[in-house]
């Protein structure tokens, strides 16, 4: 479950990479080639020091051009900080993978965006050793999709600026333009993109919008898959409330059925990210029967780059 609009405004890219790419040539007009293959990687810099730096989410583009490092930081409010992490961070990046590292910041704030579009310069003025200019996908740059072809022919993009224009006049229209566009993708991808559109939406109006909108298509808030296991749970219960006595039945149904649906979560997040899923992987989380240290992984599953990693430390 996607908990803030921090996290679904740069998690948006790891549901589909290739929107980031899309965004850079349609928002910003740069000539971005086009990639042949998008991985996820580690989104963890840090060194053997103990300092901890990550970014939000890092992925690595390769084109008939070269490769290229997308450092996707999604940005709410201004941080004179940045001003030394961003140039480390592009500056470690290049170090550690001796390619060309790209900063784009996402921000729903026109404010957030004008500032992270100044460049860092540092050095000298005039003779700088170290310039880096962010590129910025905000309110002012991403485009309106109110318009519901225009949604259907890229969902991914009508999602985007759904997360980015939630909070302004035309919030009405772009949700109600991409709830239709929905029903034209899988379930499976429409009921994360709705999870990530749902957390952006600070606008009480403009949220309750969209839950009443979501509603009446059945997503419900859920993947459609755990509702499934959830409903299973409920029909065992409920078989063996009619042997050992009903109430007991249900409340066993319900909790395996709960229980059930947060592994398979956890293992459709990985699927969806592109990472394989071994055998003693997924035998292992569907093992497992504590609630809570499923929520623990599926919260990993978002940002680690294998599999094995949901377990690091455990």
């Not at 500056?91 to 404010?111: A, D, G």
């Not at 919030?171 to 990530?196: M, P, R, W, Y």
Request: net charge negative; glycine share 6%; proline share 5%.
């Amino acid at each position: 479950m996607v908990g803030s609009s921090h996290e679904a405004l740069h998690r948006i890219f790891q549901k589909d990479p290739a929107l980031l790419t899309r965004a850079l040539r349609k928002v910003l007009c740069l000539p971005f080639p086009e990639p042949r293959e998008v991985v996820a990687l580690n989104v963890d810099l840090t060194e053997v020091e103990p300092v901890e730096r990550r970014v939000d989410t890092l992925l690595r583009a390769e084109t008939e051009e070269g490769t290229y490092l997308l450092v996707v930081e999604s940005q709410g409010k201004m941080d004179g900080r940045k001003r030394g992490s961003w140039p480390y961070y592009l500056s470690y990046l290049y170090e550690k993978y001796r390619c060309e590292p790209v900063l784009i910041v996402i921000t729903q704030s026109r404010t957030t965006a004008k500032w992270a579009s100044e460049p860092i310069r540092l050095g000298i003025p005039g003779w700088e050793s170290l310039t880096v200019r962010p590129l910025v996908l905000g309110p002012d740059n991403v485009p309106v999709i109110a318009d519901e072809r225009q949604a259907e022919a890229d969902v991914p993009l009508a999602v985007l600026s759904a997360m980015t224009h939630g909070r302004g006049p035309n919030a009405a229209a772009i949700l109600e333009s991409l709830a239709a566009a929905l029903k034209t993708i899988d379930a499976d991808s429409a009921a994360i993109l709705v999870q990530f559109v749902d957390s952006c939406l600070v606008d009480p109006r403009a949220k309750q919008m969209w839950r009443d909108l979501m509603t009446a298509i059945q997503y419900f808030w859920r993947h459609p898959l755990a509702e499934q296991v959830r409903e299973e749970g409920r029909e065992e219960g409920r078989e063996e409330g009619r042997e050992e006595g009903r109430q007991e039945g249900r409340q066993e149904g319900r909790a395996e059925g709960r229980v059930e649906a947060k592994a398979e979560a956890v293992l459709l997040i990985l699927q969806w990210r592109g990472i394989s899923v071994g055998f003693s992987v997924r035998e292992r989380v569907r093992a497992c029967t504590d609630p809570d240290q499923l929520e623990a992984w599926a919260q990993r599953a978002m940002h680690v780059a294998d599999a094995a990693e949901l377990f690091a430390g455990e």
